[in-house]
């Protein structure tokens, strides 16, 4: 369900000269282990990522610079995430259909993910989704 959906903080460290921030991620910062990094980056503001959900892959998405949405359903409700924090990661376990829209002007999306590229773990169809929840 979509409460297992969180967002999480990513401790960041502020510095005391004003040299400006430095967030980290570390082994166990995460509920997961990182097994691949990806970003989205150059996307049009009427463009929109994602459209699908995961059998297995767990991720993590970071505003690392600008902001977007990302709208979950969970096959039954529906709730929207706006993102817009370097310090923030929202965590999106398996069974969570996702789509990312709105990017601003310059923004990236930085996923850290449970697991490396398996196109077979992809679920492409809304319909298929909602009988993948139900078995
Ligand atoms: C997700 C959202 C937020 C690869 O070859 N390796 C990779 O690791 C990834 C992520 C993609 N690709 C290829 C597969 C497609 O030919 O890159 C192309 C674009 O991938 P996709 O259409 O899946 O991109 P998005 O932005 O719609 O989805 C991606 C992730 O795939 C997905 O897991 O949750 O970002």
Redesign the pocket.
Known sequence: TLQTVELIDIPKISDPEGRGNLSVVEKNTLPFEVK?V?Y?YDVPSDAS????A?KK?K?C?IAVSGSFDVVLHDGKDKKIIHLNKPNKGLIIPNGIW?E?ENFSSGSV?L?L?SDV?EESDYIREFEEFKLFKRS
């Open positions: 691949r990806y989205l990522r994602g459209g699908h995961h892959l991720q998405l996702r990312l999306c996923a993910v590229y």
